[in-house]
Nanobody
Framework: QVQLVESGGGLVQTGGSLRVSCLASGRALSSLGMAWFRQAPGKEREFVATVTGSGKSTYVADSMKDRFTISRDNAKNTLFLQMSSLKPEDTAVYYC???????????????????????WGQGTQVTVSS
């Protein structure tokens, strides 16, 4: 059973930076397709970023691609999301998600769909003050 635990959220001022982490257990991270999603109050869950199993290729949603970076450390079973130049509209609960399909799917498109992911963390709150 895969378990995902996010950490690193918090309160930050506009323009600040924050790194959130997701520790996976139960299976090797290298065997999982991974992504970050976020959900703001009253809004649908939104794709943020995904990274290939090796970590060599990344894809970030257009609205965030100049500010957010996704990475993974398979040796530490940890997924990261580095966020910079944060804006109040980035305020949301950030979730990491995992799928058993680490390869063999249309990348990155397949991995931008939240319904493809079967394992979710509890989320970590990121609040950006204006």
């Amino acid at each position: 059973q895969v378990q995902l635990v996010e950490s690193g959220g918090g309160l930050v001022q506009t323009g600040g930076s924050l790194r959130v982490s997701c520790l996976a257990s139960g299976r090797a991270l290298s065997s999982l397709g991974m992504a970050w999603f976020r959900q703001a109050p009253g809004k649908e869950r939104e794709f943020v970023a995904t990274v290939t199993g090796s970590g060599k290729s990344t894809y970030v949603a257009d609205s965030m691609k100049d500010r957010f970076t996704i990475s993974r450390d398979n040796a530490k079973n940890t997924l990261f999301l580095q966020m910079s130049s944060l804006k109040p509209e980035d305020t949301a609960v950030y979730y990491c998600a995992a799928t058993n399909h680490v390869y063999g799917r249309s990348w990155p498109t397949w991995y931008t769909d939240a319904s493809r992911f079967t394992h979710w963390g509890q989320g970590t709150q990121v609040t950006v003050s204006s």
